[in-house]
Each structure stands twice: as C-alpha cells, then as structure tokens.
C-alpha cells in the first residue's frame, strides 16, 4: 500500500491529557490525575490485599472534545492502583480497579483516603491529535517496501496519557489484542504513561493499557497490562 492511502488506512484521532501547569478547576467531577472525588452511591475506595488502592485517575469524558471509540456511553472513569506490585493480568479489581459511570448525575462525593501515595494530584486538560498512528507492530496492512522502510518518519505515534488513537507500544501487540482469543475480546481504549511530573512509573518508564471487553456478555469488562523497557 502506498504512502497516502496507508496514511488514510491507518490514522486514528486521539485526546492527550495534559498534566498541570494551569489552574486547577474547583469542580469536584474536573479530570485530575492522582485524584479521585466521587463515586457511585454505596460504593467504597477501593482495597487491595485489605489496603487502601491509590487513586491514580479520574477522567470526565464530558469534558473531552470528542469521546473516542469505546467510551461513547461513558461520562466518567476513574481508576485506581494496588499499593504493591503492578498488577500483571489481573482481573477488575485485583490490585488495581477501574469505574466506568454511564451519567455524572447518580456521583457522590467518595471522601479522601490516607494512602502514602508518592502520586501527584495534577489537573488534567485535553489536546487532540488529529493524526496518531500505530507502532510498527501494530501494523496489520502490507506497506510498499520504501514506505515501510521510512515507517516511523511518516507515521507518528503520540506518547503519554491518551485517550483513542493507537497504543504507544513498547515490546509487542497486547497481550489481549485481536487475534490472541482472550474471551472478552478486548479493544484497546487508552493509555496511561509513566509521567516524572505525576511521579508514577510503570515499571521501568513503562506504559499501561487499558481495554473493553466487546464479547456479547463482556461489554462492561474492562481489562488492564502494561509494558516497560
């Protein structure tokens, strides 16, 4: 396939969260990172090993430009860490637990925990890239071999917290990526970044993935990997 069409094939719009540097918002339900504010009536922080979870985000999609692939009945997320070692295929909620809330309207408060995170609270604010690209081995269509040869000078692919467009790869396809026959079927939905500014680390300058199940029976499942250097 040649340049322009591959270009057309491939490309995907995707929103960066911005970490600080701006005026934080006194909206309790504003995106923040190391930070989470509400939740659903009755539901708890969340606890690991019987410890408090870290909070590590809270995202309001009401807020976005656009709401990416995945997320168009979502208006909120948040997601939260286990204290010990990052969690490596496990399930919702096994050292580590991410909400999806389908209206800002049921939230509550979800008061403060004490939790010896190192994790910054920074407000967050959305850029959109127009054109994000796939990692080379995200790549499922045949390239002319001089376009392939030049892949990642003609194909740019956007770090750090993202929302849609393509995973910043750094080892290889997800483990649940299509063709691996996980049985929710996963699909990828956005990423979050090892960031010095947020102090947070996946592994050595890793990044985490985070996916929804699209199965029937499996559309709210959502599923959590991440990959370092």
């Not at 008061?111 to 850029?127: D, E, M, N, V, W």
Request: hydrophobic share 40%; glycine share 10%.
């Amino acid at each position: 396939m040649k340049l322009d069409a591959a270009r057309q094939a491939l490309r995907r719009r995707a929103i960066v969260l911005e970490m600080g540097g701006f005026r934080p918002p006194d909206d309790p339900l504003a995106s923040w990172f190391g930070r989470v504010s509400c939740a659903a009536p009755g539901e708890d922080w969340p606890t690991s090993g019987g410890e408090a979870m870290h909070a590590l985000c809270q995202i309001n999609l009401t807020e976005m430009p656009f709401r990416p692939t995945g997320l168009g009945d979502v208006e909120l997320i948040t997601v939260f860490i286990g204290p010990g070692a990052l969690p490596t295929h496990a399930a919702n909620g096994a050292n580590w637990c991410l909400r999806a809330y389908s209206s800002l309207a049921q939230l509550v408060p979800l008061p403060a925990q004490a939790t010896g995170t190192r994790i910054k609270s920074l407000p967050l604010r959305p850029h959109i890239i127009k054109a994000d690209y796939p990692v080379w081995e995200d790549v499922d269509i045949n390239l002319d071999q001089a376009v392939a040869a030049r892949y990642e000078e003609y194909f740019a692919n956007a770090s750090g917290f993202k929302l849609g467009g393509w995973p910043t790869l750094i080892q290889s396809a997800i483990h649940w990526a299509p063709g691996n026959n996980h049985p929710a079927a996963p699909k990828y939905v956005f990423q979050i970044d090892s960031t010095a500014k947020g102090n947070w680390l996946w592994g050595d300058h890793g990044v985490g993935y985070f996916g929804r199940g699209t199965s029937p029976g499996h559309e709210n499942e959502w599923i959590c990997t991440w990959q370092c250097h």
